[in-house]
């Protein structure tokens, strides 16, 4: 056969041999497949729709995960499109490496009920699966949850019973939340939950805890030590009297993390009044969000990285919108014993719009640096000569 | 090999698209579905045209099915890897095609995991070229695609 016949025969190969092709795939190149063309897309978004009512859900899911062969993904459908009442809607997909996404999104208005939800993971005894999984749930992403669909996503979560990482994503009304897991979870999201106002953790393996909302009032009952924490809360707090005293428990669990992501008006009002001779001796990158309005702003990243002698890399990102505290003053600097930055590499800017910024922010950075000079990168991603 | 296979005297006759003629036992020949669903529908004087598989591809498809009757799991395995090891991009190729047209299970697991292993790991690009497509999404719609499937990536690196 001549070249360009096969070339096109091949890519009409039929749909069982490129399914074929995708399962001896390992699972991220697998799903790279999907971008292809419409044609390989397809292959990944067949889809099962089925319709029952809400109390049907969490058998409908158990079964879905029961079918799903984790070396041969294309075999059995990975997405469930699951009709309920009138106007709702489920669609779970699964992704290899054990991960799940349930998305409850609708096209109606969202509900703006408040809930809460209590979930109790990996408890000792074992549930009874109506249907033996082979499909272990490590992963879990919870979407769009809403009043109405709270008590059957609670159903579901409760039967996942090696779930290590969860992520609850823009789940609107959620107003308090209670997760207790002492044996595995080790990485707990939350992003764009904005009715979030009390977040109670009894989680003794966390070592990863990523947030973005406003700041609810959080009780780690059971102490971790975080490796890797974002406390982004940009948009402010969730009520406004809080008082640093509020913050004293995370503030533990987050000392000795080794990534950190802060804001300046948290650090400000919530860590350093009690902070006193705290030091970050562990911490390697710090991502610092600030609005830098006040010429004074630089006060509090100046205080804070005198708090952490080993960082290697700095990320310095402004948002004008970032909430900045009117309460709180700044007379930081004197009080802190000077702490030389010996190990920084890299400073990086993001989102800054003026140079003039950049330069004088970098400028009050570098002073704290003893040794070589770091690597500068702007936000237009030039390098920045300090010299 | 095909000649061999002409001794039985109720071998079966396959005319590959180049025009040359192949007789080859029964037992071979139900390895291959589409032949075995046509030898029904036929009388077995008849030869049996296939308009999609050339000689070279025929042959090989042959020599696999003969040679993969050894004895033991390691001899298999080593003529199976010796087999795809002698095959070039093309021949490659071509070969997974008359193999999917005629649908012969057993090299409809070998093959692929061939192919697989050539295209791990690589780009949406390169996989596009490999396989002859043309992109057909817009630029948005890959972008949409890219953030729609980023959550099963995430986290990729650990553990």
């Known amino acids: 056969m001549v070249d360009t016949i096969i070339d096109g025969l091949f890519g009409k190969l039929p749909d069982e041999i490129l399914g074929c092709i995708v399962s001896f795939l390992p699972n991220e190149s697998a799903l790279e497949t999907s971008l292809i063309s419409t044609r390989w897309r397809y292959l990944w978004n067949q889809v099962v729709v089925k319709y029952g009512a809400i109390e049907d859900i969490s058998v409908v899911v158990a079964e879905f995960l029961a079918c799903f062969e984790e070396l041969d993904p294309l075999k059995h459908p990975r997405k469930l499109q699951f009709h309920f009442d009138k106007s709702n809607a489920l669609f779970a997909t699964i992704a290899t490496n054990s991960k799940l996404l349930l998305d409850f999104s609708t096209e109606e208005n969202e509900n703006e009920r408040r809930y809460e939800l209590q979930f109790k993971l990996n408890k000792d005894y074992i549930t009874q699966h109506l249907v033996q999984p082979n499909f272990l749930v490590k992963t879990l992403y919870l979407k769009s949850v809403s009043y109405l669909t709270s008590e059957v996503a609670l159903s579901i979560v409760s039967n996942l019973d090696h779930l290590q990482n969860l992520t609850i994503i823009e789940c609107n009304g959620l107003q308090s939340l209670f997760i207790e897991s002492e044996s595995k979870l080790k990485k707990l999201t939350i992003l764009d939950c904005l009715q979030l106002k009390s977040l109670h953790l009894r989680t003794s393996k966390l070592k990863s805890f990523r947030f973005r909302g406003p700041l609810p009032w959080i009780w780690p009952e059971s102490h971790f030590n975080l490796t890797d924490a974002m406390l982004d809360f940009r948009l402010g707090t969730s009520c406004s009297d809080f008082k640093s005293q509020d913050f004293n428990i995370t503030l533990l669990t987050i000392k000795n993390s080794q990534f950190l992501t802060l804001c300046e008006w948290t650090f400000k009002k919530m860590i350093w009044p009690s902070s006193g001779n705290f030091i970050f001796y562990k911490l390697r990158e710090l991502w610092w969000i600030d609005n830098y309005k006040d010429e004074n702003n630089i006060d509090a990243l100046v205080s804070f990285l005198k708090l952490c002698p080993a960082l290697e890399q700095l990320y310095l990102e402004i948002d004008p919108i970032c909430y900045s505290d009117p309460s709180s003053k700044s007379c930081l600097i004197q009080a802190i014993k000077y702490t030389e930055l010996e190990h920084l590499k890299l400073i990086k800017f993001i989102g800054f719009t003026s140079q003039v910024k950049e330069i004088s922010v970098a400028k009050s950075v570098i002073q704290l640096v003893k040794g070589k000079p770091p690597r500068i990168e702007t936000s237009d991603g030039s390098c920045m000569d300090m010299e | ?159």
Do not use: C
């Open chain 2, 1 to 159: 090999m095909a000649e061999k296979a002409s001794e039985s005297s109720n071998s079966i006759s396959l005319n590959t698209v180049d025009g040359k003629i192949f007789k080859v036992s029964p037992t071979i020949a139900n390895q291959m579905q589409t032949i075995q669903s046509l030898i029904k529908a036929y009388d077995s004087s008849r030869v049996i045209s296939l308009p999609h598989v050339n000689a070279f591809h025929l042959s090989k498809i042959i020599e696999y099915l003969e040679g993969k009757s050894a004895t033991t799991v390691s001899a298999v395995k080593e003529f199976e890897a010796q087999f795809m090891k002698d095959l070039s991009l093309k021949q490659l190729k071509g070969l997974l095609i008359a193999v999917g047209y005629l649908k012969v299970n057993e090299l409809l697991e070998l093959m692929p995991k061939t192919v697989a292993k050539l295209i791990e790991n690589k780009s949406v690009e390169f996989l596009r070229k490999f396989f002859g497509i043309v992109n057909d999404f817009t630029p948005s719609e890959e972008a949409k695609i890219r953030e729609e499937i980023a959550w099963a990536f995430d986290g990729v690196d650990e553990d």
